[in-house]
């Protein structure tokens, strides 16, 4: 029987969970950071974010008409 055995299964690490580095820079994880490795890299996903860095490509907006239009 091993150690994990007796914690509860929400406490058990999962491999793949064990293995997961960074998205940033690629280092392990940091429990505090969690999915990041430190608060650099958070603020650098955050900056990514904020600046639109991270865009689903979809359809073009339609233009909406404006007050002056109508």
Known sequence: MSAN???PRAERPT???RERKCPI???PRSQAYDPFCSKRCADIDLHRWL???YVIP???AKDEPS???E
Do not use: Q
Request: charged share 45%; hydrophobic share 10%; net charge neutral.
């Open 5 to 7: 055995d007796n914690k």
């Open 15 to 17: 491999p793949a969970k």
């Open 51 to 53: 600046k639109g860095g």
């Open 67 to 69: 007050d002056e239009e």
């Open 58 to 60: 979809g359809a073009p």
């Open 25 to 27: 820079c690629g280092k």
